[in-house]
């Protein structure tokens, strides 16, 4: 496809305006010769030149609204567009952060419900609902478990994170300045309790553990893995991403954790991928409210309004009060769904994680096999013995069948990793494509192993030399 550039011709324009009747002045004489700019270089084209070179590029993009998104890790299923007429309201758009209290009370009710919605979800106390992203949020719970440890006037230096962690646990703990500790899995998947034993010392100021953890295994051992950790004065921090496992079936507060962030983006259904708008809001048990940052939401009979009146806290993290959008998609949608509904998210997302897994272990080795979570994780190891196909061909093969591929090599204990979260969201006859997709390929790998390793063949743009890709990006070339 021809970049706009190369679609230019001089002297074309979207819009035509009638001849000037007034005279000409300089522009020189009304702007700062030194600002002004001839030097542009911008298309020049009819508007309907315009308007097909994008709807051309639109129907090139991928998204949940196109077609099957499993990409493990990262929840994205169908976001009902009801949340989107809500989020879109006139009275939510139009508020400037700067209004009076006077003014906002219903946006500032909707925050202050949200935060006691999400409290129930997780069993927890309290919950801020600054942080912009997972990682946001992953930060600031960090920030808490710091002040919580000079409050006391003990200095402890070190964070344990599992084998198993999502790359921006140890990123979080080091821009926080602890040290970060690798605590080992055992054979099944979970935490190694015998060496996070020997690791829990009392410089440690804590765990950060996903559950389910990123392999989509629950952590069996969670009682007594909170167990370890309390006994040495460490608090258990829960990264959330995973919640669309256990919303409304378990509570991570009632499991031992202390601090959790949640990623309303995936499990509370807002749009998301390529950096879109977020939201990570962070809850904690009670002994560890007075260091969420402020300002905080308080209501005083029936009026609600801002407080800065928490000396302990750990201050702003962002500028206002965060993604408002996001929060109210995702008041809309936990009001929608109610308790009962909530529940059926995490039971069906489970249930089509296993109906995966179930359908494609024949085909696949499975990296660890037992029930999963939201997700299952397979191996792509027999296929490179067998033809020498890896997993980057299969995702790549996925590409032709019309499916977004599901996270490939990460989690990074698990070699080959193909890491398949289809979500509640998906019918069966969408799972049963997609796994005769998967198996076809399996097929293919055998018995056609260079047609696999070539794909994809029927995308816009073909295989990409990925090291290239990465050496010397090319935006404009790789975009088109
Ligand atoms: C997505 C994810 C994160 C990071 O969340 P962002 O919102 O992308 O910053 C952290 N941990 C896990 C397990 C995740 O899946």
Not at 32 to 51: Q, S
Not at 225 to 242: F, K, P, T
Not at 374 to 393: I, K, L, M, N, Y
Request: charged share 25%; aromatic share 8%.
């Amino acid at each position: 496809m021809e970049l706009i550039f190369e679609k230019s011709r001089p002297g074309r324009t979207a819009g035509s305006v009638p001849a000037s009747d007034v005279p000409e002045t300089a522009l020189e004489t009304l702007i700062p010769a030194g600002l002004l700019r001839d030097d542009l270089d911008l298309p020049e084209l009819a508007e309907v030149d315009i308007v097909r070179h994008y709807t051309r590029l639109a129907r090139r993009n991928f998204g949940v609204d196109v077609g099957f998104y499993p990409l493990g890790s990262c929840t994205m299923k169908y976001n009902p567009k009801v949340n989107e007429n809500a989020a879109r309201l006139d009275g939510f758009t139009g508020l400037h952060p700067y209004a009076p209290v006077a003014f906002s009370q219903g946006s500032l009710r909707l925050l202050h419900e949200l935060a006691g919605y999400l409290s129930e979800i997780c069993g927890m106390d309290e919950f801020t609902l600054q942080p912009a992203a997972g990682a946001h949020g992953e930060l600031t719970g960090v920030m808490i478990i710091k002040k919580h440890f000079e409050k006391k006037g003990r200095k402890r230096s070190t964070i344990l994170i599992p084998d198993t962690a999502h790359g921006t646990n140890p990123a979080s703990v080091a821009l926080c300045g602890f040290q970060v500790a690798t605590v080992r899995s055992n054979a099944e998947g979970g935490i190694d309790v015998a060496h996070l034993r020997e690791l829990m010392t009392e410089d440690v100021a804590g765990l950060m553990l996903t559950n389910p953890n990123t392999l989509g295994l629950f952590e069996r051992n969670i009682e007594e893995v909170a167990d370890i950790v309390h006994r040495r004065g460490g608090l258990l921090y829960c990264d959330g991403a995973n919640a669309n496992a256990l919303v409304g079936v378990t509570r991570p507060g009632d499991l031992g954790f202390d601090i959790i962030q949640l990623n309303l983006h995936k499990t509370f259904s807002t749009p998301h991928g390529c950096g879109g708008p977020g939201s990570g809001p962070v809850g904690v048990k009670r002994h560890l409210a007075p260091f969420l940052p402020v300002p905080r939401v308080v209501k005083k009979g029936k009026r609600y309004r801002w407080s800065e009146e928490f000396p302990l806290s750990i201050g702003r993290v962002r500028a206002f009060y965060g993604n408002f959008g996001v929060m109210v998609k995702a008041y809309a949608y936990i009001r929608a769904l109610g308790a009962e509904g909530m529940r059926r998210v995490s039971e069906n997302a489970v249930l089509n994680a296993n109906y995966v897994m179930a359908r494609l272990k024949p085909h696949y080795r499975l990296a660890y096999d037992r029930v999963c979570m939201h997700e299952c994780v397979f191996t792509g190891e027999r296929q490179v013995q067998e033809s020498g196909v890896h997993t980057t061909d299969i995702a790549k093969r996925l590409l032709d069948y019309g499916f977004h591929p599901p996270t490939i090599y990460f989690p990074l204990i698990v070699r080959e990793a193909i890491m398949i979260e289809p979500t509640e969201t998906e019918s069966k006859e969408t799972l049963d494509e997609f796994c005769e997709a998967m198996i076809s390929i399996a097929r293919e790998a055998r018995e056609n192993p260079d047609l696999v390793k070539s794909a994809p063949l029927t995308t816009p743009v073909k295989r990409l030399d990925d090291v290239l890709a990465a050496r010397k990006p090319d935006v404009c070339w790789t975009l088109c």
